[in-house]
């Protein structure tokens, strides 16, 4: 049977070998990122930037970054014009998944220039920022 003194040491080794994971979704993403509060100050400037909740229509009606469109991952392709158009984009969701989708296409459609909303969602609301609602 395992010592006490081995069972820590598997316990340290399997968290050493979890970290790069976590550090590599997060490092995923090819944009540079934007804080949760200078998003905040630049909506609430004279140019406001283009940002763009990639989640699905249901998830974003429940809450969003304030003026924040929805355009779901799916249909991103069909919006290249928009966006690219776009004196500054910035992409977002819960999470880090479905932008990491969404810098992809735009990326392979010959897109650049855009952001990431750093830590997502959750990043905005852990901060205490303001979420709008609509009704889908």
């Known amino acids: 049977a395992p010592t006490s003194m081995t069972r820590t040491a598997i316990v340290a080794l399997l968290a050493i070998l979890a970290l790069p994971v976590a550090v590599l979704c997060a490092a995923d993403l090819r944009s540079p990122g934007i804080a949760p ?4 100050e630049r909506i609430a400037g ?3 930037p283009l940002v763009v909740g ?12 304030p ?6 991952v799916p249909l991103v392709k069909t919006q290249l014009e ?7 984009l910035v992409l ?5 998944r479905f932008t990491r ?8 459609n010959g897109i650049e220039g855009f952001l990431h909303l750093e830590g997502g969602l959750r990043a905005w609301e852990q901060q205490g920022l303001e ?3 609509s009704i889908p």
């Open 46 to 48: 004279p140019h406001p």
């Open 131 to 133: 979420l709008e609602q």
């Open 54 to 65: 990639v989640r699905a229509p249901d998830e974003f009606s429940a809450g969003h970054v």
């Open 82 to 88: 928009r966006l690219d158009s776009a004196e500054l």
């Open 92 to 96: 977002y969701c819960n999470d880090s």
């Open 101 to 108: 989708v969404a810098e992809q296409i735009l990326s392979r």
């Open 67 to 72: 003026g924040a469109v929805n355009i779901p």
């Open 37 to 40: 509060q200078a998003l905040s």
